[in-house]
């Protein structure tokens, strides 16, 4: 596919205003007839008519309702175009799709087997041009009429967006539904569903007055898994009611699950199609994490209903506009309704492991991209968590009440309408009286900024000078970088922990003990009076960028914060400080520093027995960043020699905290059951942690996990304790694993974890397990579920068996994503992006990767999706 890139934007020559569809439903063969009211921008008279058109097979072409002849038109494999019409016009087609043998999951599709399953949609990004021909493009936006008919006994839900509009019978067993959605949309946004699924229901009132019916419609046995989205869906919608006045505009909003999706969630105008994965929960069948990851999505989408839909982007490159701004949404959403500081360090351990390693690789681009080739493959880390960052920054410069008004204003200005990221600066700014325009540059910059941080005390003076310095690497296809808006929120300790007050020079004094300065130039000193004595300077605090941080700062004063930060992010940010520079030592000298260690080890074990500290965010302290986090910035990475590194660090931190760990697992045992309050969960990460580290210390622990795996009452328990087993090849352990297999039978999702333990044995052997697994009859290639669960596991959390010395971890990837490019094309591209690093390893696993990314791109039939990520990261 050539190119498109941002500078050639062209507003839309042709516009529509309304769409009708009628759509006769057929697993085999499905028609779709449309009605599209276009009008031409007079200022573009000259320019055609171009319908977007893929995979559709072409039956009949309207204008006006007197059809066409085959001169009249043009149809290629992509498009549809209508020469020499002028003006407004009502252009309708008739065409034929066959949404059984659609396995790419974009457009119209099955879920499930062809006699029992249901019919669904994804059109975002480019799916609706293989449901009808129409112009594909999310700044163009059109009112919908949609009218579905299908057999009435295989089909008897019939759902797309909007509000019901009427319902009927038809000849020969069928029946029919009508949806008008009121809100202008693009087409992206379009959805439908058909088939046989059981439903729950509830309602919500909204601030408005306006009485929402909420339906929730899944399978018969997933149905009754579905109790705990709605309660999260009822807390989205009041806290964006609370938070930022954000109030829904339908009669109704549907959540469809399907097991057959390639992402998360979608958004789609009232009638969001969920992952099960994201929308199912209960303690015999959800982990913690499930639980925490449901709040989530179901959060996002519903966030989404704003931040995407009621404005929406002007074109792909503004992708970050909605997603960035959501998922900061979602975030705080959750920081509100459960910790702040535990939500906190989960997105920054995912922006390190992810974004910062795809900035520094081959596929490093802008939060908004200049270009691309296949937009599917834009749905990143970057996009998405660096995205999220920008937003979050301008929220910790504009203040609580300042971003409240710029967002109001952003979306009072472009309701209705498709946006860019100027806009939404421009709505910042200018509701609160600031030229915002200097944070561009993060939107258009990649690569991620060093900052370095040091401090300077002055006895006798009484002062301290911090001195920020940034500087941003060169990333792939961008040489040259300037200075960014960098947020740096900042308090100073005394040796207790205490903070100071903080009195900038120059400024009156306040009685404030923590500030954000902002670094607007490569570098600069901020000086802070009246310091007596030295100060331990607490930077970056809650994380308020998204650089690496590099503090000239001593490991006792690193201690002081581990122990005593009032920023509970900056206390286990000083612990992850310390973690690193042990897994340095060991790296470079074969062991830990024991002094140093001591130090990490002092602050672990006041953690671990201070009854005030959250049990979870002593769990996340006692959690070493995973080895690609570790491995950051290295060169000529060995990954058998990190792994080493890493385990000998866990290792000896879990035998000198063996007593602490053994007395908290103990006291943690027992009667939290099948409470899956936040307190409870806390309790079972703290516990779960302790178990995992006294059975790295000594073998003998391990009967400990055989017991909590024979009482567990709750899959979080007893997946962490079959995992601790299976890592440490525990005699018996075969059969624990055919047992819960034998118990979960039939439970894709639980299933899939099951996959996903074996998956992530750290030794090289498991590559032979996964490679029997595939063979597994509860494992399929055309789901993506199981693809990531067995597959992406494998590669993304399993590096010392992925990167086996014999590269025949690669070959495996290699296989399988070849395998999975014929049938769901962008679940290929993105196991490709494992390959992402290939750089950054030592020689021979360098040639090893390098050899498969060159088998691969050699292939014939290649998808667009898959090219373009072999492509560039072979480039
Ligand atoms: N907007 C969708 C993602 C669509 C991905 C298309 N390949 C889900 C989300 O971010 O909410
Ligand atoms: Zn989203």
């Given at each position: 596919k050539p190119p498109v890139f941002l500078r050639d934007y062209c507003a839309p020559a042709w516009r529509i205003r309304e769409i009708e569809l009628e759509i006769d439903l057929d697993p085999a063969a499905t028609l779709v007839v449309s009605r599209l009211a276009v009008e031409q921008d007079p200022a573009q008279a000259d320019v055609e008519l171009v319908l977007d058109a893929e995979h559709l097979e072409l039956l009949e072409v309207s204008i006006d309702a007197r059809v066409l002849g085959a001169d009249e038109y043009r149809a290629s494999a992509q498009t549809l175009t209508i020469p020499g019409l002028r003006g407004r016009s009502v252009v309708g087609t008739r065409v034929r799709i066959a949404p059984e043998k659609n396995t790419a999951l974009q457009g119209l599709y099955l879920s499930g087997s062809r006699d029992a399953g249901f019919l669904l949609t994804q059109c975002e990004?480019?799916?609706f041009r293989r449901i009808t021909p129409s112009i594909d493009r999310p700044d163009v936006l059109a009112r919908y009429t949609v009218t579905l008919r299908a057999d009435r006994a295989r089909f008897p839900l019939l759902l797309a967006n909007g509000n019901a509009d009427g319902a009927g019978e038809l000849d020969g067993g069928r029946h029919w539904a009508r949806f008008v959605d009121p809100y202008p949309k693009p087409s992206y946004l379009f959805a439908l569903v058909a088939g046989n699924l059981e439903h729950i229901e509830d309602e919500f009132v909204t601030a408005e007055g306006r009485r929402v019916r909420l339906v929730i419609h899944a399978e018969t046995d997933a149905i009754g898994h579905c109790g705990w989205a709605m309660q999260c869906l009822k807390m989205a919608m009041r806290w964006d009611e609370q938070r930022f006045g954000r109030c829904y505009d339908l009669d109704v909003f549907h959540i469809v699950a399907t097991h057959d999706f390639t992402m998360g969630a979608m958004e789609n105008k009232g009638l969001n199609i969920f992952n099960a994965k994201y929308l199912l929960a209960d303690p015999e069948h959800a982990t913690d994490d499930d639980y925490r990851h449901v709040l989530a999505v179901v959060g996002h989408e519903y966030f989404h209903n704003w931040s995407g839909n009621r404005v929406t982007c002007r074109d792909w490159f503004q992708l970050s506009l909605k997603e960035g701004l959501t998922v900061y949404r979602e975030q705080e959403f959750e920081a509100d309704l459960a910790s702040r500081t535990l939500r906190r360090i989960e997105d920054v351990r995912v922006l390190w492991r992810a974004q910062f390693a795809e900035d520094a690789g081959p596929l490093a681009h802008p939060v908004r991209p200049d270009r691309y080739s296949e937009i599917n493959n834009f749905y990143t880390a970057t996009v998405y968590e660096k995205g999220a960052e920008i937003v979050r920054m301008l929220g910790v410069v504009l203040g609580a009440k300042g971003f409240r008004r710029g967002l109001d204003l952003y979306f009072e200005r472009h309701d209705g309408s498709a946006a860019t990221v100027e806009d939404f600066l421009a709505a910042l700014g200018d509701a609160n009286a600031l030229?915002?325009?200097?944070?561009l540059a993060w939107y258009a910059q990649s690569g991620t900024p060093d900052l370095r941080a040091s401090g300077r005390h002055d006895a006798q003076r009484r002062c301290y000078e911090l001195t920020l310095t940034q500087r941003t690497p060169r990333t792939s296809g961008q040489p040259r970088k300037q200075a960014l808006p960098v947020p740096v929120a900042v308090a100073l300790l005394d040796a207790d922990g205490r903070p100071l007050r903080l009195h900038l020079d120059g400024e009156p004094a306040t009685a404030a003990h923590e500030r954000v300065l902002l670094l607007t130039s490569d570098s600069a000193t901020f000086r802070f009076i009246d310091v007596a004595r030295p100060p331990v300077a607490s930077v970056l605090?809650?994380?308020?960028?998204p650089v690496r941080l590099e503090q000239a700062i001593d490991a006792a004063a690193l201690a002081v914060q581990a122990r005593h930060d009032s920023d509970g992010f900056n206390r286990w940010f000083a612990t992850d400080t310390l973690a690193r520079r042990l897994f340095a030592q060991a790296l470079a000298s074969g062991e830990p520093d024991p002094a140093l260690l001591a130090t990490h080890v002092r602050c672990l074990d006041g953690a671990l027995r201070d009854p005030a500290v959250d049990p979870a965010l002593a769990a996340e302290m006692l959690t070493l960043a995973d080895a690609g986090s570790l491995a950051d910035g290295l060169a000529d990475i060995d990954p058998e020699a990190v792994h080493q590194a890493r385990a000998q660090v866990e290792r000896a931190l879990a035998i000198a905290l063996a007593e602490p760990l053994l007395a908290r697992y103990h006291e943690l045992s027992g009667s939290d059951g099948t409470a899956v309050d936040l307190a409870a969960q806390a309790r079972r990460r703290l516990r779960n942690a302790c178990l995992a580290a006294l059975c790295r210390a000594d073998p003998r622990h391990v009967d400990l996990a055989r017991t909590q795996r024979a009482q567990a009452c709750n899959l979080t328990d007893r997946l962490a304790a079959l995992s601790v087993l299976v890592n440490a090849r525990a005699d018996g352990v075969d059969p624990m694993l055919d047992a819960f297999a034998q118990r979960y039978a039939g439970d894709a999702l639980v299933l899939d974890k099951w996959f996903s333990v074996q998956a992530t044995e750290a030794d090289p052997r498991a590559l032979a397990r996964v490679e029997a697994l595939t063979a597994h009859a509860a494992f399929r290639w055309t789901n993506p579920n199981n693809v990531y669960a067995l597959i992406g596991a494998f590669t993304l959390r399993n590096p010392r068996a992925f990167h086996r010395a014999d590269g025949a971890g690669y070959r495996f990837l290699a296989q399988a994503i070849t395998r999975i490019d014929s049938v769901t094309p962008q679940v290929a591209a993105r196991l490709a992006t494992s390959f992402g690093a290939w750089r950054k390893y030592e020689p021979v696993r360098r040639a090893l990767m390098r050899h498969e990314l060159e088998g691969i791109a050699a292939r014939n039939g290649l998808s667009p999706d898959l090219g373009d990520i072999v492509g560039r990261t072979l480039a």
């Open positions: 990004a480019e799916g030229d915002l325009s200097a944070w605090r809650g994380y308020s960028a």
